[in-house]
Protein backbone atom coordinates (compact mmCIF):
# COMPACT_ATOMS: atom_id res chain seq x y z
CA UNK A 1 0.00 0.00 0.00
CA UNK A 2 1.13 3.44 -0.54
CA UNK A 3 -0.65 5.05 2.33
CA UNK A 4 1.54 6.61 5.46
CA UNK A 5 2.43 4.08 8.11
CA UNK A 6 0.68 5.11 11.72
CA UNK A 7 2.07 1.80 13.20
CA UNK A 8 2.11 -2.10 13.43
CA UNK A 9 0.10 -4.93 15.24
CA UNK A 10 1.49 -7.08 18.06
CA UNK A 11 0.06 -10.00 18.74
CA UNK A 12 0.67 -14.40 18.20
CA UNK A 13 -1.40 -14.77 15.24
CA UNK A 14 -0.05 -16.16 12.37
CA UNK A 15 -1.02 -18.39 9.16
CA UNK A 16 -1.98 -21.36 11.48
CA UNK A 17 -4.01 -19.37 14.43
CA UNK A 18 -5.80 -17.57 12.06
CA UNK A 19 -7.78 -20.11 10.54
CA UNK A 20 -9.29 -20.20 13.59
CA UNK A 21 -11.53 -16.82 13.15
CA UNK A 22 -13.97 -17.04 15.75
CA UNK A 23 -10.75 -16.94 18.37
CA UNK A 24 -9.29 -13.77 17.19
CA UNK A 25 -12.63 -11.91 17.15
CA UNK A 26 -12.32 -12.35 21.01
CA UNK A 27 -8.30 -12.09 21.18
CA UNK A 28 -6.32 -8.71 22.00
CA UNK A 29 -3.78 -7.36 20.06
CA UNK A 30 -1.39 -4.38 20.30
CA UNK A 31 -1.42 -1.55 17.88
CA UNK A 32 2.07 0.08 18.58
CA UNK A 33 2.56 3.73 16.95
CA UNK A 34 5.11 5.34 15.19
CA UNK A 35 5.26 8.74 14.62
CA UNK A 36 1.27 9.50 15.92
CA UNK A 37 -0.11 9.79 19.62
CA UNK A 38 -3.14 8.53 20.83
CA UNK A 39 -4.32 11.45 21.52
CA UNK A 40 -5.24 11.91 18.01
CA UNK A 41 -6.45 8.77 17.19
CA UNK A 42 -8.63 7.87 20.28
CA UNK A 43 -11.51 9.92 21.31
CA UNK A 44 -13.81 9.75 24.91
CA UNK A 45 -17.20 8.95 23.13
CA UNK A 46 -16.27 6.32 21.46
CA UNK A 47 -15.39 2.42 22.42
CA UNK A 48 -15.04 0.81 18.86
CA UNK A 49 -13.07 1.58 15.80
CA UNK A 50 -12.22 0.62 12.68
CA UNK A 51 -8.46 0.05 11.92
CA UNK A 52 -7.17 -0.29 8.35
CA UNK A 53 -4.14 -2.73 8.54
CA UNK A 54 -2.13 -5.31 5.79
CA UNK A 55 -4.60 -7.99 4.65
CA UNK A 56 -3.67 -12.17 6.03
CA UNK A 57 -1.17 -13.82 3.95
CA UNK A 58 -3.46 -16.29 3.62
CA UNK A 59 -7.35 -17.29 2.28
CA UNK A 60 -9.89 -18.32 3.47
CA UNK A 61 -12.36 -21.30 1.62
CA UNK A 62 -14.58 -20.28 -0.89
CA UNK A 63 -17.72 -20.50 1.60
CA UNK A 64 -16.08 -18.05 3.48
CA UNK A 65 -15.79 -15.32 0.48
CA UNK A 66 -16.81 -12.48 2.70
CA UNK A 67 -13.83 -13.03 5.13
CA UNK A 68 -11.33 -12.97 2.33
CA UNK A 69 -13.05 -9.65 1.06
CA UNK A 70 -13.19 -8.07 4.19
CA UNK A 71 -9.37 -9.45 5.56
CA UNK A 72 -7.31 -10.86 2.78
CA UNK A 73 -7.46 -8.75 -0.57
CA UNK A 74 -5.72 -5.12 -1.26
CA UNK A 75 -6.23 -4.11 2.49
CA UNK A 76 -7.18 -5.86 5.76
CA UNK A 77 -10.42 -4.08 7.48
CA UNK A 78 -11.35 -4.55 11.17
CA UNK A 79 -13.91 -3.46 13.17
CA UNK A 80 -12.59 -3.65 16.95
CA UNK A 81 -13.15 -2.54 20.35
CA UNK A 82 -11.22 -0.52 22.33
CA UNK A 83 -9.83 -2.23 25.44
CA UNK A 84 -6.67 0.42 26.43
CA UNK A 85 -4.52 2.64 25.71
CA UNK A 86 -1.13 3.29 26.87
CA UNK A 87 2.08 5.66 25.84
CA UNK A 88 2.57 4.59 22.46
CA UNK A 89 0.29 1.44 22.34
CA UNK A 90 -3.37 0.73 22.23
CA UNK A 91 -4.95 -2.42 22.67
CA UNK A 92 -7.66 -3.24 20.60
CA UNK A 93 -9.80 -6.64 20.88
CA UNK A 94 -11.06 -8.28 17.44
CA UNK A 95 -8.13 -7.68 15.07
CA UNK A 96 -7.65 -9.71 12.31
CA UNK A 97 -4.03 -8.97 11.27
CA UNK A 98 -1.26 -10.85 11.45
CA UNK A 99 1.75 -9.93 13.87
CA UNK A 100 3.75 -7.46 12.22
CA UNK A 101 1.43 -5.70 9.90
CA UNK A 102 1.58 -2.51 9.13
CA UNK A 103 -1.27 -0.13 9.87
CA UNK A 104 -2.22 2.99 7.62
CA UNK A 105 -5.61 4.15 9.88
CA UNK A 106 -7.57 4.25 12.93
CA UNK A 107 -11.35 5.34 13.02
CA UNK A 108 -13.85 6.10 14.95
CA UNK A 109 -16.91 3.67 14.63
CA UNK A 110 -20.32 3.96 16.13
CA UNK A 111 -22.55 0.81 14.77
CA UNK A 112 -21.83 -2.34 12.73
CA UNK A 113 -22.26 -2.09 9.64
CA UNK A 114 -23.64 -5.48 7.55
CA UNK A 115 -25.11 -7.80 10.45
CA UNK A 116 -25.42 -10.46 7.98
CA UNK A 117 -21.58 -10.58 7.13
CA UNK A 118 -20.92 -10.89 11.30
CA UNK A 119 -17.53 -12.76 11.31
CA UNK A 120 -17.63 -15.95 12.19
CA UNK A 121 -21.38 -16.57 12.24
CA UNK A 122 -22.73 -16.23 15.12
CA UNK A 123 -25.04 -19.59 15.83
CA UNK A 124 -22.28 -21.43 17.76
CA UNK A 125 -21.18 -18.36 19.87
CA UNK A 126 -25.14 -17.84 20.75
CA UNK A 127 -25.02 -21.38 21.95
CA UNK A 128 -21.99 -21.12 23.96
CA UNK A 129 -23.02 -18.14 25.62
CA UNK A 130 -26.02 -19.40 26.82
CA UNK A 131 -24.93 -22.72 28.05
CA UNK A 132 -21.59 -21.15 29.45
CA UNK A 133 -23.22 -18.95 31.52
CA UNK A 134 -24.63 -21.60 33.77
CA UNK A 135 -21.26 -23.42 33.62
CA UNK A 136 -19.10 -20.60 34.96
CA UNK A 137 -21.28 -20.18 37.54
CA UNK A 138 -20.37 -23.50 39.02
CA UNK A 139 -16.75 -23.42 38.28
CA UNK A 140 -14.92 -23.00 41.39
CA UNK A 141 -12.31 -24.24 43.07
CA UNK A 142 -8.92 -23.47 44.28
CA UNK A 143 -7.39 -24.70 41.45
CA UNK A 144 -8.82 -24.87 38.37
CA UNK A 145 -7.32 -26.46 35.19
CA UNK A 146 -9.41 -25.34 31.92
CA UNK A 147 -8.45 -27.75 29.15
CA UNK A 148 -8.49 -26.86 25.75
CA UNK A 149 -8.32 -23.06 26.50
CA UNK A 150 -8.36 -21.16 22.92
CA UNK A 151 -6.92 -17.80 23.41
CA UNK A 152 -8.07 -17.87 27.34
CA UNK A 153 -11.47 -16.15 27.21
CA UNK A 154 -13.11 -18.36 29.00
CA UNK A 155 -9.76 -18.82 31.42
CA UNK A 156 -9.78 -15.57 31.96
CA UNK A 157 -13.65 -14.85 33.25
CA UNK A 158 -12.89 -18.45 35.55
CA UNK A 159 -9.99 -16.48 36.71
CA UNK A 160 -12.11 -13.27 37.30
CA UNK A 161 -15.24 -15.20 39.21
CA UNK A 162 -12.66 -16.95 41.88
CA UNK A 163 -9.86 -14.28 42.63
CA UNK A 164 -8.32 -15.76 45.31
CA UNK A 165 -8.02 -19.20 42.99
CA UNK A 166 -5.22 -20.67 40.76
CA UNK A 167 -6.25 -21.16 37.37
CA UNK A 168 -4.12 -22.81 34.80
CA UNK A 169 -4.92 -22.66 31.20
CA UNK A 170 -3.65 -25.27 28.62
CA UNK A 171 -3.58 -25.35 24.56
CA UNK A 172 -1.73 -27.31 22.40
CA UNK A 173 -0.03 -24.45 20.28
CA UNK A 174 1.78 -22.49 21.49
CA UNK A 175 1.14 -19.34 19.87
CA UNK A 176 -2.30 -19.05 21.12
CA UNK A 177 -0.72 -20.08 24.52
CA UNK A 178 1.45 -16.48 24.31
CA UNK A 179 -1.57 -15.34 23.19
CA UNK A 180 -3.14 -16.02 26.24
CA UNK A 181 -0.47 -14.30 28.03
CA UNK A 182 -1.46 -11.18 26.34
CA UNK A 183 -4.72 -11.26 26.71
CA UNK A 184 -4.09 -11.30 30.48
CA UNK A 185 -1.80 -8.75 30.90
CA UNK A 186 -4.45 -6.57 28.85
CA UNK A 187 -6.32 -7.19 31.22
CA UNK A 188 -4.59 -7.44 34.28
CA UNK A 189 -5.31 -10.84 35.61
CA UNK A 190 -3.13 -11.95 37.54
CA UNK A 191 -4.32 -15.53 38.99
CA UNK A 192 -4.63 -17.03 35.84
CA UNK A 193 -1.23 -18.83 33.67
CA UNK A 194 -0.72 -20.66 30.88
CA UNK A 195 0.80 -23.38 29.03
CA UNK A 196 0.66 -25.08 25.94
CA UNK A 197 0.40 -29.15 26.80
CA UNK A 198 -1.36 -32.37 25.41
CA UNK A 199 -4.28 -33.20 26.97
CA UNK A 200 -3.30 -37.23 26.43
CA UNK A 201 -0.25 -36.43 28.54
CA UNK A 202 -1.20 -33.42 30.88
CA UNK A 203 2.76 -32.11 32.37
CA UNK A 204 0.78 -32.08 36.14
CA UNK A 205 1.33 -34.27 39.18
CA UNK A 206 -1.65 -36.80 40.16
CA UNK A 207 -3.96 -35.36 42.09
CA UNK A 208 -3.06 -31.74 41.81
CA UNK A 209 -6.50 -29.70 40.34
CA UNK A 210 -9.66 -29.15 43.04
CA UNK A 211 -11.75 -28.68 39.18
CA UNK A 212 -11.40 -29.24 35.15
CA UNK A 213 -13.24 -27.50 32.75
CA UNK A 214 -13.58 -28.91 29.54
CA UNK A 215 -15.63 -26.87 27.53
CA UNK A 216 -16.66 -27.40 23.86
CA UNK A 217 -13.36 -28.45 23.18
CA UNK A 218 -13.75 -33.04 23.95
CA UNK A 219 -15.69 -33.45 20.36
CA UNK A 220 -12.75 -32.41 18.64
CA UNK A 221 -10.39 -35.17 19.99
CA UNK A 222 -9.42 -38.24 18.30
CA UNK A 223 -9.84 -40.62 21.61
CA UNK A 224 -12.18 -38.71 23.84
CA UNK A 225 -11.68 -41.90 26.42
CA UNK A 226 -7.52 -41.42 26.87
CA UNK A 227 -8.10 -37.85 27.41
CA UNK A 228 -10.74 -38.67 30.24
CA UNK A 229 -8.31 -40.73 32.06
CA UNK A 230 -5.50 -38.66 32.12
CA UNK A 231 -7.93 -35.63 33.01
CA UNK A 232 -9.31 -38.15 35.54
CA UNK A 233 -5.36 -38.55 37.27
CA UNK A 234 -4.31 -34.95 37.84
CA UNK A 235 -8.16 -34.21 39.27
CA UNK A 236 -8.04 -34.25 43.32
CA UNK A 237 -10.09 -37.62 44.88
CA UNK A 238 -13.03 -35.27 45.32
CA UNK A 239 -12.77 -33.15 42.88
CA UNK A 240 -15.24 -32.03 39.94
CA UNK A 241 -15.16 -32.29 36.08
CA UNK A 242 -17.01 -30.09 34.00
CA UNK A 243 -17.75 -30.50 30.60
CA UNK A 244 -20.37 -28.64 27.93
CA UNK A 245 -20.83 -30.18 24.34
CA UNK A 246 -22.50 -29.16 21.63
CA UNK A 247 -25.49 -31.90 20.04
CA UNK A 248 -25.47 -31.05 16.88
CA UNK A 249 -22.20 -30.30 16.02
CA UNK A 250 -19.47 -32.99 15.63
CA UNK A 251 -16.22 -33.64 14.29
CA UNK A 252 -16.48 -37.10 12.44
CA UNK A 253 -18.88 -39.28 15.48
CA UNK A 254 -22.29 -37.68 16.45
CA UNK A 255 -22.98 -37.88 20.25
CA UNK A 256 -26.25 -38.12 22.01
CA UNK A 257 -26.19 -36.82 25.64
CA UNK A 258 -26.56 -40.54 26.29
CA UNK A 259 -23.53 -41.34 24.46
CA UNK A 260 -21.61 -38.52 26.34
CA UNK A 261 -23.07 -40.26 29.79
CA UNK A 262 -21.38 -43.68 28.61
CA UNK A 263 -18.19 -42.01 27.92
CA UNK A 264 -17.40 -40.40 31.49
CA UNK A 265 -18.86 -44.08 32.79
CA UNK A 266 -16.54 -45.70 30.92
CA UNK A 267 -13.37 -43.85 31.97
CA UNK A 268 -14.45 -44.61 35.83
CA UNK A 269 -16.44 -40.95 36.57
CA UNK A 270 -20.21 -40.89 38.43
CA UNK A 271 -22.12 -38.25 36.61
CA UNK A 272 -25.10 -35.62 36.19
CA UNK A 273 -26.13 -34.20 32.84
CA UNK A 274 -28.26 -30.96 32.02
CA UNK A 275 -29.49 -30.32 28.49
CA UNK A 276 -29.17 -26.35 27.51
CA UNK A 277 -30.57 -25.97 24.45
CA UNK A 278 -28.49 -27.64 22.00
CA UNK A 279 -25.49 -28.35 24.42
CA UNK A 280 -25.43 -30.90 27.26
CA UNK A 281 -23.87 -29.78 30.60
CA UNK A 282 -21.60 -32.34 32.26
CA UNK A 283 -20.79 -32.53 36.32
CA UNK A 284 -18.69 -35.90 36.63
CA UNK A 285 -16.87 -37.08 39.91
CA UNK A 286 -14.34 -40.00 40.40
CA UNK A 287 -15.58 -42.72 41.34
Not at 97 to 104: E, K, L, P
Not at 114 to 129: N, Q, S
Not at 166 to 190: F, M, P, S, W
Request: glycine share 6%; aromatic share 10%; proline share 3%.
Amino acid sequence: MSQRIIGNVCNFADERTMQLLALWKESVSIVELKDSTIEELLYEDYSHYIVVHDPLRMEFPQKREEWNRRFCSNVGVSVVELIKAHGKHIYFKGLFAHNGSFVYGILPYTSFDRTEADFPHPEMEILKKRSMSIALSRTIGNTILDVGCGIGSTTLQIAKNNPGSEVTGIDLLKNTIEQCRLNAAAYDVKNAKFTDANVYALPFEDNTFDTVTCFFMLHHLDNIAKALKDIKRVLSIDGTVLAVEPLDHHHGTKRDIENWEALFKSTGFSIEVEQINRAVLIVATPV
